[in-house]
């Protein structure tokens, strides 16, 4: 197929998936249309956008979701790890219930932050004390004025290429214009020597290291050497390291700092930690977070109204000490390993330019070759032209598995929640099998076309 047909014949099925999605979601649209008169973009989050427009959510049960049309979708995507506990269950609704039912806004210390605390630092061994914030993005704006103020001679803040922190510290392409203005040093993720030298070379201004164990965006695992590097190097140097950990949590009992045996100095968290409800945490050595003890000598300010709010705590110590347990941890993150193994494996056998990545119940998804790439080879790639050919590829994928009734990011982002079943897996490595039936020659002529493979 030429280059022109092949692009002809993906503009034509995009147009057609298009069409299709717009005939089926009249009301979404028309809410998105109405709501953008308010708010830029019809929304108030720019990671739930996506082309034409978003669906509107009007219910979910377990992991079912309900759209403003009617429609059922399998929520694969699982409020980007946020909704592991699915949206119904009950442990939690009724905790959120007797919170809300005993007062909000009380104005002082509750019944539930010291044992959420408890109960977090009781699966992260490097966690002494901890803070809770009001989102992951919050956390670790604390995390890195931490570690600025404990040593102000120096300023620099090394983070990696690829990686996000919240929505201002963006490093996904360049860095981004609403980054929050710190003296960043951008290192390349998983470049060992390259880090190492970068590290050495400017350790006496650097005041702390932020990394997430494994890159959310594409979900492309950080390897335990490269993180072992920084651990090493972090202390030979005597910089902080921190893990991000707000995405990565989920995937042992221990986070990924568990499963990989590495401490950071410290950790900071979100989503799921707050059982649904908007949550954020930062903790870890006892030297660097008892200065948040108003009693210490030379105590740091934390503020916050709601970093103790009823409904987060309450939700979150329900979820982490009733549902949560080691026991799920490790089924679900074993179902997520066998969802990837599973589209891999159909990828391989037929030769499907799919592939995907992750580590236990978070999965990123790539249209690609099957040989694996190293995070600096994706990052070349995508940067040239090639990148818009693999967002139509991407926004035909998912409209055409949104009509197939699953749901999840628009980049392939995929997070299982607790209610997802073997046989919900099943049926979406069905609808991948499915999509390749229709689209496998437009998707092999794209990427052969863009050179992905
Ligand atoms: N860090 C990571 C690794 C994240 O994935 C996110 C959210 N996607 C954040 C920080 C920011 O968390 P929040 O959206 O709660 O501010």
């Known amino acids: 197929m030429t280059a022109a047909r092949s692009q002809g014949t993906l503009a034509a099925a995009l147009d057609h998936a298009m069409q299709r999605y717009c005939d089926r979601h009249p009301r979404s649209a028309e809410r998105q249309a109405h709501a953008a008169k308010d708010l830029p973009g019809g929304s108030t989050r720019s990671a739930i956008y996506y082309t034409p427009f978003p669906l509107t ?37 009724a905790a959120i219930a007797k919170a809300a039912n005993a007062g909000l806004a009380l104005g002082g210390p509750n019944i539930y932050e010291g044992p959420l605390a408890a109960a977090i630092r009781e699966r992260f061994p490097s966690v002494d004390l901890i803070r809770f914030t009001n989102s992951g993005t919050e956390a ?32 996904r392409h360049g860095c981004s214009a609403l980054n929050v203005p710190f003296d960043w040093l951008i290192a390349e993720y998983n470049d060992i020597e ?40 972090c202390s030979a140097n005597a910089v902080p390291l921190i893990f991000d950990e707000v995405m990565t949590s989920r995937l042992s009992p221990s986070g990924l ?13 979100g989503k799921y930690l707050g059982g649904g409800a908007s949550f954020g945490a930062f903790g870890g050595r006892r030297e660097i977070m008892e200065r948040f003890d108003p009693g210490h ?7 916050g109204t709601f970093n103790n709010n009823v409904i987060s705590m309450a939700a979150g110590l329900a979820g982490l000490t009733q549902v949560y347990s080691f026991d799920e941890a490790k089924r679900i993150n074993a179902l997520g390993d066998y969802l990837r193994s599973a ?50 590829l ?32 099943d049926s979406f490595v069905a609808a991948v099998s499915s999509f390749f039936e ?16």
């Not at 949104?402 to 607790?418: E, N, V």
């Open 57 to 93: 959510w009007v219910e979910g049960r377990g992991n079912r979701l309900i759209d403003l049309d009617g429609n059922e979708c399998l929520d694969f995507l699982g409020e980007y790890s946020a909704g592991l506990y699915g949206h119904s269950n009950e442990i939690i609704r």
């Open 343 to 392: 589209i891999n494996t159909i990828a391989a056998e037929r030769e499907l330019l799919i592939r995907a990545t992750g580590v236990g119940s978070l999965i990123g998804l790539h249209f690609q070759s099957l040989h694996q790439t190293t995070a600096r080879e994706d990052g070349r790639l995508k940067s040239q032209v090639r990148e818009d050919a693999l967002l139509q």
């Open 438 to 453: 229709e689209h496998k020659p437009s998707v092999e002529a794209t990427l052969h076309h863009s050179q992905f493979v």
């Open 394 to 425: 991407e926004t035909l994928f998912h409209l055409e598995m949104i009509d197939h009734g699953f749901f999840f990011g628009r980049r392939g982002y995929i997070s299982l929640s607790l209610p997802t079943t073997t046989s919900d897996c």
């Open 194 to 233: 390259g880090t190492r030298r970068l590290l050495n070379a400017n350790a006496s201004s650097l005041c702390g290291v932020i990394v997430e164990p494994m890159l959310g965006g594409g979900c492309i695992p950080g390897t335990r050497a490269f993180l072992g590097m920084l651990r090493e190097e």
């Open 257 to 269: 700092q568990g499963l990989l045996g590495l401490r950071p100095d410290l950790t900071t968290f």
């Open 140 to 171: 670790n704006l604390m995390a890195l004025v931490t570690v600025r103020a404990l040593n102000p001679s120096r300023t620099r803040i090394m983070v990696f290429d690829g990686g996000y922190h919240g929505g201002v510290f963006h490093f």
């Open 297 to 303: 000598a030379s105590a740091f300010q934390h503020a």
